[in-house]
């Protein structure tokens, strides 16, 4: 029973937020990673007497909240709702979003990552800064995580493999810690190393990929405000699938710019290369959202909605332009790919 924590995941939900549909799948999900089955233990665990559940943060429903991180950050979550950014489409089911991920350190197969990465340990985290900064060092997530004013942002998410959602995240603008480390203006790019862990990250094994992940922006990029240095979605600290414990959220760009558990942050004067430069066809630099530049193997004019698999038409900028249009060409194809 070393894993009583886990159960916390479900019995804090409030009643009036979940489905009968979602009450019995996460219960169901709980017990498996208990090893047990039988609804008296569910029973017994979910009792308010239960000592544990009354000290229990808000974890969330579909797995794989790394518990010390939910345990810390307890008072942070959920955070205020910033309503400036707002979507017209409905958010999509948590359970959809944290079941179908792109995270190749796991696997290539978008349904099985999340039960891949049970093992991954994520706490403790440090995020390493470097370059062409004054405040470079090692930093604790804990202490990261403060150095800026959390908020919750509605944004839509587009995958360049043409799926798309509608997420509720939680972070702070990039450009608040970026201002907080002070880069020298020799910085004109900022990268972005994911971790490197193959023995708890099987997809790592296969090396036809150059690993760690890593990815890059402009400064510019960097400081937009749509710019989010994520830590929670769905209101509570991020699913190990979905990048916990740390990643950036560009809803702009195509999700693969979107890098997920972050160990390095490196100020640069010169653009640096990106991870899927090995395979200079498939994602570029920029990799901006434009339904007229398709990608060399499919059309990219429209996308699939995860909540109702119904086909939608691509906005340029995923419907951002007001906020960066201004950084880029629209007749340049270097940007949309
Ligand atoms: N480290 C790392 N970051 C990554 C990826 C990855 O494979 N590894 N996949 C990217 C792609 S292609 C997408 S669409 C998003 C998916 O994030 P999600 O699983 O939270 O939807 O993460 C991006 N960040
Ligand atoms: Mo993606």
Not at 179 to 204: C, H
Not at 251 to 276: M, N
């Amino acid at each position: 029973m070393a894993n009583l924590r886990i159960p916390r995941a479900w019995d804090r939900i409030p009643e009036s937020q979940v489905t009968p549909e979602e009450r019995y799948l996460n219960r169901r999900d709980a017990l498996k990673q208990l090893g047990v089955a039988g609804v008296g233990l569910a029973g017994l665990i979910a009792g308010t007497n239960n000592p544990l559940a009354a000290r229990a943060p808000q974890l969330g429903p579909y797995g794989h909240v790394p518990a010390q991180w939910a345990e810390k950050w307890s008072g942070l979550f959920p955070a205020a709702r910033n309503e400036k950014y707002r979507v017209v489409r409905p958010v999509t089911q948590e359970r959809l979003f944290a079941g179908y991920n792109n995270f190749y350190e796991f696997s290539l197969k978008k349904d099985k990552v999340k039960d891949l990465v049970s093992d991954c340990r994520v706490h403790p985290w440090e995020v390493e800064i470097k370059g062409e900064v004054e405040k470079r060092g090692r930093y604790d997530l804990d202490d990261l995580i403060r150095m800026g004013e959390l908020e919750d942002r509605i944004y839509r998410h587009r995958c360049v493999e043409a799926w798309s959602a509608v997420v509720p995240w939680t972070g702070y603008p990039l450009s608040q810690l970026i201002k907080a480390l002070n880069p020298s203006p020799k910085a004109r790019f900022v990268r972005f190393v994911s971790v490197y862990r193959p023995t708890q990250m099987p997809g790592q094994l296969d090396r036809s990929y150059p690993w760690p992940y890593y990815e890059a922006l402009t400064m510019d990029e960097a400081m937009n405000e749509l710019t989010l240095l994520t830590f929670g979605l769905y209101g509570h600290p991020l699913n190990k699938q979905n990048g916990a414990p740390i990643r950036i959220v560009l809803p702009w760009k195509y999700g693969f710019k979107g890098i997920k558990s972050i160990v390095k942050i490196e100020f640069k004067k010169k653009q640096p290369r990106t991870f899927w430069d090995k395979f200079p066809r498939e994602y570029g630099f920029y990799g901006n959202i434009n339904p007229n530049f398709d990608h060399p193997r499919w059309s990219q004019a429209s996308e699939i909605f995860l909540n109702t698999r119904e086909r939608v038409s691509t906005q340029i900028y995923n419907g951002y332009g007001e906020f960066v249009s201004q950084m880029y060409d629209e007749d340049d194809r270097k940007y949309f790919y």
